[in-house]
């Protein structure tokens, strides 16, 4: 739009240098959509040139100096008006002066820290971007472009399997055991649940994945739950002794690393929620905090082995081991 005769003279356009090759990957956009965006890696530099074309060849463009930025911040969207950045690098192109024809301007940030992933939830938004301004009197020309960074972690040295004993005095008595406590995105959930004690009458029972977001601090935190997984494990009332298995398959479900405080603003967690229902639709359920982690296309192959020793302990048929942890299912009250 123009006013009094100026108005945006000028294509501003970001390119990167390695454009064809880079592989892009499927983020989710605040509107729920998902978009594809060039995918970075913590360390990689990020390298490019941005192009300016005059809209018209026969006028010139004065400016105050022009610049592209790399930027990683979040935002809370119940504080919208303050953008809380944790990457801020700035590269100068040109000097204040005045633009006569088309060109374009190289850039490189050089091994560039990107220390979060990217992630957009229901209550906060960390994204990384890039940002062409040129500095002009009346209104600046901005252009961004988003990019998205994965963190890649490597498989865990300790990895201990999750062990409980729960149930409800005299009524239900159950052990439950899962093969690991920290899976990757791709990974496959495997335990099993140990009936030792039943006298209400079950009719059903399924694990659910919750994904917990936690923003803010203080008196203004905010919790939201998603149930991002439902498995059905039994339809129907068990018996005393009966030991029924669990697989999991992560790799169908939309899910992010666990992400712990990070930079004081938000927090992402998963729980396995283990729930039965009975006849009269009483609820009865236990939580159980697992980390995810993104694996990176190298994997040791001793660790590979031993994930896979791991797996197949659970695929017998005997029963559980040590149960360490005793405590309560969540519960009305049980009535025999």
């Known amino acids: 739009m123009s006013f009094f005769g100026f108005g945006q003279s000028v294509e501003v356009e970001i390119l990167l240098n390695d454009a064809e090759s880079r592989k892009r990957a499927e983020h989710k956009t605040e509107d729920g959509k998902k978009e594809k965006y060039f995918l970075f890696y913590d360390g990689e530099t990020v390298s490019g040139k941005v192009s300016l074309a005059l809209k018209n060849p026969n006028k ?3 400016h105050q100096g022009i610049k592209i930025e790399f930027i990683g911040q979040i935002e809370l969207y119940y504080d919208r008006g303050n953008h809380h950045e944790f990457v801020s690098l700035v590269k100068d192109l040109a000097r204040p002066g005045e633009i006569t024809q088309s060109q374009a301007f190289d850039f490189e940030f050089t091994h560039v820290e990107k220390p979060y992933e990217s992630y957009t939830g229901q209550n906060v938004k960390l994204r990384y971007f890039l940002r062409a301004t040129i500095s002009r009197r009346l209104n600046d020309v901005v252009k961004e472009m988003d ?3 994965h963190t890649l972690s490597t498989y865990p040295e300790l990895n201990s399997s999750i062990k409980m004993e729960v149930g409800i005095e005299d009524c239900l008595h159950i052990e439950f ?5 920290k899976y990757h995105l791709k990974d496959v959930i495997v335990g099993k649940i140990y009936f030792l004690l039943v006298r209400i009458k079950i009719k059903h029972m399924e694990i659910d994945m ?4 936690t923003t803010g ?3 203004n935190v905010y919790h939201e739950n998603d149930t991002v997984a439902k498995y059905e494990i039994m339809d129907g009332a068990p018996v005393r002794g009966e030991s029924i298995p669990i697989r999991l398959f992560l790799a169908g479900y939309e899910l992010t690393p666990t992400m712990r405080d990070i930079n004081k603003k938000f927090s992402v967690r998963y729980y396995l929620n283990l729930v039965l229902i009975d006849e009269e639709e009483r609820r009865y359920f236990k939580q159980q905090e697992v980390v995810l982690w993104r694996k990176g296309d190298i994997v040791r192959k001793s660790m590979s082995h031993q994930a896979a020793i791991a797996s197949q ?4 048929t005997t029963s559980l081991g040590d149960v360490r942890t005793p405590s309560q299912l969540s519960d009305n009250n049980c009535r025999q």
């Open 177 to 181: 055991e899962y093969n690991k406590s």
């Open 147 to 149: 990019i998205v960074v």
């Open 313 to 316: 302990r659970f695929e017998g």
């Open 60 to 62: 010139r463009l004065e």
């Open 210 to 213: 919750i994904k917990r977001e």
């Open 217 to 219: 601090t203080g008196p």
